[in-house]
Every structure is written in structure tokens, then in C-alpha cells.
Nanobody, 113 residues
Framework: QVQLVESGGGLVQPGGSLRLSCAAS????????MGWYRQAPGKQRELVAG???????DYVDSVKGRFTISRNYAKNTMYLQMNSLKPEDTGVYYC???????WGQGTQVTVSS
């Protein structure tokens, strides 16, 4: 069974930075393409950053140049470095495979002055 635990969210001012972490059990990072999803209030959850098993990354246009997804296979941990945060980045962030079956609790990111 795979367990996903997100952490690192919080309240940050526009222009600030946060680093989210995702701890996973099992062999998820070695067996699946992964990603960070965001669910903004009143909106559908969307994949904002993805990383393949080979290490290839991709981002939704709105975060390109500001967010960086990475994974540490030894630690079974995935990260999302978020810089130059904007209010529209606000939402609950979830880590998961790119074929999600269930969701963890996520971590709240609020960008506000």
C-alpha cells in the first residue's frame, strides 16, 4: 500500500517561497510518474508539476520558471520548490502518481499579504 504525506505548506506573502515535501511509502517513486497537484478554492484539482520515472519534468504554464519539482529516490521523497509565489498559487497541494487512485490530506498553501 502506498501512503502519501505532504508537508511544508503555510502562509506566505506574495513573492515569497515555500518548499513542499512528500513522503511516500512503498516503491512509488521508482515505479510511477509523479506529480504535484493543486486544488484552488472552487476549482478542479490540477496537475501543476510532473516528474517522470526518468526524471523528465513538466509544468503547467502558470508556474513555469517559478516552481521546481524533484525527487529523492533514496529517501522516497518528492519536493516542490515554489518561488515568486502569487496569490493565485493559493490552494491545497497534493502529491500523487499521475494515475491517482486516492489522495492524502494535502498541505495548504496560502499566498496573501
Amino acid at each position: 500500500q502506498v501512503q502519501l504525506v505532504e508537508s511544508g505548506g503555510g502562509l506566505v506573502q506574495p513573492g515569497g517561497s515555500l518548499r513542499l515535501s512528500c513522503a511516500a511509502s512503498g516503491s512509488i517513486f521508482r515505479s510511477a510518474d509523479m506529480g504535484w497537484y493543486r486544488q484552488a478554492p472552487g476549482k478542479q484539482r490540477e496537475l501543476v508539476a510532473g516528474i517522470s520515472r526518468s526524471g523528465s519534468t513538466d509544468y503547467v504554464d502558470s508556474v513555469k520558471g517559478r516552481f521546481t519539482i524533484s525527487r529523492n529516490y533514496a529517501k522516497n521523497t518528492m519536493y516542490l520548490q515554489m518561488n515568486s509565489l502569487k496569490p493565485e498559487d493559493t490552494g491545497v497541494y497534493y502529491c500523487n502518481t499521475q494515475r491517482p487512485l486516492y489522495w492524502g490530506q494535502g498541505t495548504q498553501v496560502t499566498v496573501s499579504s
